[in-house]
């Protein structure tokens, strides 16, 4: 089953690559701007800082957010995929392919909970290990709010914790683009 729609994601993204859309609509001539930097969140395209490269109708979002200090190492790395179906002036409709690998490590006091022992002032600690990825498709809309800041709002469906769980996503971006 996991592998399966593993298989129809991959199959998805790579049908939706090669979709024809029929130009019908007059695209505005202004100065396109192929690159933004701002800020993402979502469950299948991670979260923190983000970069956005769009040459032409496929686009490559990267989001990151790394933490690290004595007792806590935690990163959210997320590369997107986006290709527009229908482009005008003010907004665009795209579908996407989010991927994202989280990993947190901590460390992790280990209290005594048998009250017959004495208290011991200097517990030991363990360092305790969480990692996986999420993987999702679907549909997005970007709107332009101003002329070089866009928004984008993502739903679809999302693999959960390395293909174990299937359920809805939604994400979301805020760029300034260059």
């Not at 990163?75 to 290709?83: I, K, N, R």
């Not at 409709?93 to 992790?108: C, W």
């Not at 997005?140 to 739903?155: E, H, P, Q, W, Y």
């Amino acid at each position: 089953m996991k592998n399966n729609l593993f298989k129809y994601s991959i199959l998805f993204l790579i049908i939706s690559l090669f979709i024809q859309t029929a130009k019908t609509q007059e695209v505005v001539k202004e100065k396109a701007f192929k690159h933004g930097i701002g800020a993402g969140i979502g469950y299948t395209t991670g979260y923190g800082l983000s970069y956005k490269y769009s040459p032409n109708l496929l686009a490559v979002q990267v989001n990151f957010a790394p933490y690290h200090n004595n007792e806590l190492d935690r990163y959210s790395v997320g590369v997107t995929l986006m290709y527009t179906l229908v482009k005008n002036n003010l907004s665009s409709l795209f579908i996407y392919q989010g991927n994202h690998f989280y990993y947190n490590s901590e460390m992790v006091t280990i209290y005594e909970t048998d009250p017959n022992k004495p208290y011991n002032p200097n517990p030991p600690k363990q360092r305790v290990t969480d990692q996986y990825f999420n993987n999702g498709v679907g549909f997005g809309v970007d709107v332009t709010i101003a002329k070089r800041i866009s928004f984008n709002l993502m739903a679809g469906y999302a693999f959960y914790n390395n293909f174990k769980q299937i359920n809805l996503t939604g994400e979301t971006a805020l760029h300034y683009k260059f």
